[in-house]
């Protein structure tokens, strides 16, 4: 925990001799036929030269939106300056779990976060412009649509991540608006759309995957699972357990660490 404080501090303080620039763009999706907006962190080193640059997708959670991680996680900007990334935040919506609604048209977060919003970024910013210059991850609910977007668009991004993911819906039953997105809480049907329930899929396309989870996490369990499995499988991949609970306190510690990871995917190396 000391360890982590100290690295934030100089974060912040590297921060102070650059200044990554902190965006609203509004993206028009097709597929819900409006605007939706999305937060864009461009490094302060993208203003000079003509380099393209990677991109880290950074997802909200449940309840939340696509903001929380520039107004809850203070600092988050200094990681696009200390590891040279783009970092974008798109928007979720409260309860989207980024899936494609089979019952509603204007729920149709999967196509919009997986397909329209990394198009949008690439036509407006120099990005390298393929999986090798995408990565995905996102707290809780976010987590869960991490992996679950990276499972099933591999073309789309080279890695991914979850930070205390809500992988299992069958958990969370008839709650947290899973009927009203999926239609129902069959639990067969719950299954189809979990992470944890759907896992082999990865197995058919391997790349660099990180999943930490709080000790104290009421979520735990599931991240656990996925662990488990992608053991028994020999599946390379970081998994991470530290003390902490299901909050901001835990994530503020956690994205540090992914984006390390992340750094490294797209760099080749460490710091």
């Given at each position: 925990m000391k360890k982590i404080a100290i690295l934030f501090a100089l974060l912040l303080i590297y921060g102070l001799a650059q200044a990554a620039i902190v965006d609203t763009v509004k993206i028009y999706s097709?597929?819900?036929?409006?605007?939706?907006?999305?937060?864009?962190?461009?490094?302060?080193?993208?203003?000079?030269?003509?380099?393209?640059?990677?991109?880290l997708y950074l997802l909200h959670g449940y309840s939340g939106h696509y903001d929380n991680w520039v107004t809850l996680a203070p600092g988050v900007d200094t990681l696009a300056d200390t590891y040279r990334m783009i970092i974008v935040c798109p928007e979720g919506n409260y309860?989207?779990?980024?899936?494609?609604?089979?019952?509603?048209?204007?729920?149709?977060?999967?196509?919009?976060?997986?397909?329209?919003?990394?198009?949008?970024?690439?036509?407006?910013?120099?990005?390298?412009?393929?999986?090798?210059?995408?990565?995905?991850?996102?707290?809780?609910?976010?987590?869960?649509?991490?992996?679950?977007?990276?499972?099933?668009?591999?073309?789309t991004f080279g890695a991914c991540g979850s930070m205390s993911g809500a992988l299992d819906l069958t958990a969370a039953k008839s709650g947290y608006a899973l009927v009203e997105r999926l239609g129902s809480d069959d639990p067969d049907?719950?299954?189809?759309?979990?992470v944890v329930h759907t896992a082999a899929i990865i197995l058919q396309?391997?790349?660099?995957?990180?999943?930490?989870?709080?000790?104290?996490?009421?979520?735990?369990?599931?991240?656990?699972?996925?662990?488990?499995?992608?053991?028994?499988?020999?599946y390379p991949h970081t998994f991470i357990q530290r003390p902490g609970s299901h909050n901001w306190d835990y994530w503020r510690e956690s994205v540090v660490y992914q984006s390390m990871f992340f750094y490294r995917f797209f760099y080749g190396n460490g710091l």
């Open positions: 097709r597929a819900m036929e409006k605007e939706i907006p999305a937060v864009v962190i461009v490094p302060d080193s993208y203003k000079t030269g003509t380099d393209a640059f990677p991109v309860s989207s779990w980024y899936v494609d609604s089979p019952i509603d048209k204007q729920w149709q977060y999967g196509t919009h976060v997986a397909q329209e919003v990394p198009k949008y970024i690439d036509s407006h910013y120099r990005t390298i412009a393929n999986k090798a210059g995408r990565a995905i991850t996102g707290l809780s609910m976010g987590g869960h649509g991490a992996l679950y977007l990276a499972f099933r668009n591999p073309e049907l719950l299954k189809q759309y979990s396309y391997p790349m660099p995957l990180i999943i930490d989870c709080g000790t104290e996490d009421y979520l735990q369990d599931a991240t656990k699972q996925l662990h488990n499995f992608l053991l028994e499988h020999k």
